[in-house]
């Protein structure tokens, strides 16, 4: 399993073994207030970050994050 979360600390504190730091708390997976073009690149790369964290082994919990939320 994989979480999408603005607060990836916190749902790494509470259990979840995945978690990818997504971008604002009521927008975790894009930006509203990015042009779309740029809207569409950011969520791209969050569910990219997702995908490719599910086919991670992981033994201990991990914060996985995009470019885009830096």
Do not use: W, Y
Not at 23 to 49: A, N, S
């Amino acid at each position: 399993m994989v979480l999408i979360s603005a607060m990836p600390q916190l749902a790494q504190q509470v259990g979840a073994s995945r978690v990818v730091a997504g971008r604002k708390i009521p927008h975790p997976c894009g930006d509203p207030t990015l042009p779309p073009e740029l809207d569409f690149k950011v969520r791209g790369e969050i569910v990219g970050m997702a995908l490719k964290a599910l086919e991670e082994n992981v033994t201990d919990p991990k914060i996985f994050v995009p470019i885009s939320t830096n």
